[in-house]
């Protein structure tokens, strides 16, 4: 088993996950960064991945192959189109179809098998309530369910080492999070965070993940 | 978006599993098994479940392959050796080496991935309080943990369709299972339930998945 100061973070490759890995370092963790080919059309975020797990000085980066493709049920995962250049307060109304079920309860799943593993009781993880796009699985009630249910499923919560989800961009907006990019040094130009690229892999400007990056960047 | 009669069975080929699987059925659901190739060295019970899930009348069977052999922390998934001839009271009183970290908890969160892909609110599940072996996710407070969170995940969940974990096992002995399972007409011959199998794919006869499943024919 590994030192219990080692932290699980889940990196997709995008500015949030990135400024994440960022602070769980800053925190005095090892992050051991944890990626997933889930049969995203915006697999490209992979290569983003690497270069930010590299140069922000994650001890391994661990890409998990799973296939959500197999389940349907969303444009991130399917044929179906993004939307695009929709308005800041119908993302925060509507539950999109870029929604993949339950991802990040499948993610942070892995995340507290890869931890408990290597004797780590800390996880990370990029979600935000404020610029959430209306993901319900970015709450603030979704995280503490998730933190619950760690200290239940496993060894180390029956034997009394508290788990912990570290969620350091709960509660910042995308401006907070480029500024704290900024701060920690996290090169925002490795970052990708594009959920439908277009040719090149370049990103396309106009979906959700574009439209709030480009916000925050722009209210820097 | 299927019908809302359909529920998620999670189906590893062994006796609980299969007759969650036809206790679902008899409830009225259509059951859609799930099952997970994941580094696991009883590969083989795969081959049980595609037999079960056939022979149950599983609306669908979907395999999906995950790689927990990457992440270790098991004797299921490296090559430290299955404790073999445990003592009952040994297994009620430690986790084993066979616990698969956080195993169950990915599982469920795929579980959940599919429901909900395919807007069903039921996920069935063969954990057992009584004969356990020892494995922290298998107790009725972490079932209750991921119900809640999975309330709390999804779509379903914000929009107020309760999503329900059945646990029709949770309070059986393994002479109760075994019971069910010939009230319900499974061929328990059709599983496997062996954690270490020899030569040809046959049960070692001595691990504590088999100890438990021969006390619980011997008792029946």
């Known amino acids: 088993m590994a030192s219990s100061r080692q932290a699980v973070v889940l990196l997709s490759g995008g500015l949030d996950s990135a400024v994440v890995l960022a602070w769980v370092r800053e925190q005095g963790f ?11 059309r915006h697999r490209v975020e992979l290569e983003a991945a690497r270069r930010v797990a590299s140069a922000l000085g994650a001890s391994e980066h661990i890409i998990q ?3 959500l493709r197999a389940f349907g049920g969303s444009a991130l995962t399917s044929d179906v189109a993004v939307p695009k250049d929709r308005d800041a307060s119908v993302m925060e109304s509507e539950i999109p179809i870029t929604y993949v079920p339950a991802r990040n309860t499948v993610f942070l799943a892995f995340a507290l098998a890869l931890a408990e593993a290597r004797g780590s009781h800390d996880l990370g993880i990029g979600v935000n309530a404020l610029d959430y796009s209306g993901y319900p699985d970015c709450r603030p009630a979704f995280v503490e369910a998730f933190e619950r249910l760690a200290n239940l499923a496993t060894r180390e919560g029956v034997e009394g080492r508290k788990i912990t989800v570290h969620t350091p961009l709960l509660h910042m907006t995308k401006r907070d999070i480029v500024a704290e ?5 996290v090169d925002i130009d490795m970052t990708f965070s594009c959920y439908d690229p277009v040719e090149g892999g370049r990103a396309c400007g106009h979906c959700d993940a574009c439209v709030l990056r480009e916000r925050g960047l722009a209210e820097d």
Do not use: E, T
């Open 65 to 67: 192959k799973i296939d």
């Open 181 to 185: 990019a900024r701060r920690l040094g």
């Open 30 to 40: 090892s992050p051991i960064a944890l990626s997933f080919d889930y049969g995203q």
